[in-house]
């Protein structure tokens, strides 16, 4: 598992353009006009992680399997979608189990690409696109409270406890607010969870900036970046431009390319790292002769619970967990050099995988 990002964004925001980069595919047709992405798109992409290449190159692993990431591209959002303007509101159903959304904001000045506002203003971008995200969520509400307030009433408990959740998504909503500001007490946060609102997903600010700004971004993405540090989400500066020419040349060409433009790493890398601090994820591995693989879960995912990520045969069946630490596996060459230095731990149902935890499961069939 990795994990799924919706993009959502204005027309002509260079969302599409970024979908291609990012998945390096052509399967979202990217054009200087509103509405090109007709259908929702969905990209995979292995997350890069440079442990997982030096952990199969110790073990001489004969395949490297890395996590995969998930973009959903759902057609350019317009004031109005929610009430069927547009295009977007069609697709919204479609990043509903998304884990976090991107909100892709144009922060860059160039005449020849037209702004279907007809202005250049990410913030104001950002309140439209929440906007409609919030009237979604209110819809999608309202339509669902008719029948469960009916089954509340005959005292059907589950109904009971939806209403509830529902009101509590429902008041910030009715303020102007995204269900994200609703408090929600700890026991009921997965509940909230599969209520599936928009608006109550985790949101990466992705500021489209041109070539120039790539590096440092702009008076444009600095006033997102203030934004993102008050509502707690976060921002990612990447030129979509750069992105695409740069999906375009072959591995060994990248780095070079990179170099030439100032830049350290590619605009992936940093939405990926945003997104896995955003949803507090980490990552461990499982390694030998066959395989190297990569495997995300959520921080403070117990032992047993990392196992049935694997396969659930295995948190059934849990017994121990063999656990080397990244810096020792490297250090040690290996599994068999850390058993020998007393690195090798055996973690029970109780421990917390660790980012960068070498594992290996032991299970009663």
């Known amino acids: 598992m990795g994990f799924k990002c919706g993009i959502v964004g204005l027309p002509n925001v260079g969302k599409s353009t970024l979908f291609n980069a990012l998945t390096?595919?052509?399967?979202?047709?990217?054009?200087?006009?509103?509405?090109c992405t007709i259908e929702p798109n969905v990209g995979e992409v292995g997350v890069p992680d440079p442990r997982l290449d030096q952990l199969a190159a110790i073990a001489k692993s004969a395949q490297i399997i890395p996590t995969r990431l998930t973009f959903v591209d759902i057609a350019g959002l317009v004031k109005g979608a929610s009430r069927g303007e547009g295009l977007g509101n069609k697709f919204l159903s479609h990043i509903r189990e998304v884990d976090a959304?991107?909100?892709?904001?144009?922060?860059?000045?160039?005449?020849?690409?037209?702004?279907?506002?007809?202005?250049?203003?990410?913030?104001?971008?950002?309140?439209?696109?929440?906007?409609?995200l919030m009237l979604s969520d209110m819809e999608s509400l309202e339509r669902r409270m008719s029948a469960a307030e009916k089954k509340a009433k005959g005292g059907d408990k589950e109904a009971i406890a939806q209403v509830a959740l529902m009101q509590l998504a429902l008041t910030p909503l009715r303020e102007g607010k995204p269900a994200r500001s609703a408090v929600v007490?700890?026991?009921?946060?997965?509940?909230?969870?599969?209520?599936?609102?928009?608006?109550?997903?985790?949101?990466?600010?992705?500021?489209?900036v041109d070539e120039a700004s790539a590096g440092v971004g702009n008076s444009y993405s600095a006033a997102v970046a203030e934004r993102a540090t008050a509502e707690g989400a976060a921002v990612v500066v990447i030129?979509?431009?750069?992105e695409s020419e740069l999906a375009g040349l072959a591995d060994d060409e990248q780095q070079a390319f990179l170099a030439e433009m100032g830049l350290e790493e590619a605009g992936l890398n940093r939405l990926i790292r945003a997104g896995y601090a955003l949803l507090n994820l980490v990552t461990f591995f499982t390694v030998g002769p066959k395989e190297a693989r990569a495997w995300t879960v959520e921080r403070g995912t117990k032992a047993p619970q990392g196992a049935g990520v694997i396969h659930t045969d295995f948190e059934k069946g849990f017994i121990r967990?063999?656990?080397?630490?990244?810096?020792?596996?490297?250090?040690?060459?290996?599994?068999?050099?850390?058993?020998?230095?007393?690195?090798?731990?055996?973690?029970?149902?109780?421990?917390?995988v660790q980012d960068g935890d070498v594992m290996h499961f032991r299970f009663a069939n």
Request: charged share 30%.
């Open 239 to 242: 030129s979509a431009k750069i």
């Open 24 to 35: 390096k595919t052509a399967a979202a047709e990217a054009a200087n006009y509103p509405f």
């Open 101 to 132: 959304v991107a909100y892709v904001l144009r922060c860059f000045d160039d005449d020849d690409v037209t702004h279907v506002a007809n202005r250049i203003d990410p913030m104001a971008d950002a309140e439209v696109v929440e906007t409609e």
């Open 321 to 352: 967990a063999e656990t080397i630490a990244y810096a020792d596996y490297v250090a040690y060459k290996g599994e068999a050099g850390s058993r020998d230095a007393g690195k090798m731990r055996l973690e029970g149902k109780d421990y917390v």
């Open 185 to 208: 007490p700890e026991d009921d946060r997965l509940a909230f969870r599969a209520l599936q609102l928009l608006t109550a997903k985790p949101v990466v600010y992705v500021c489209n």
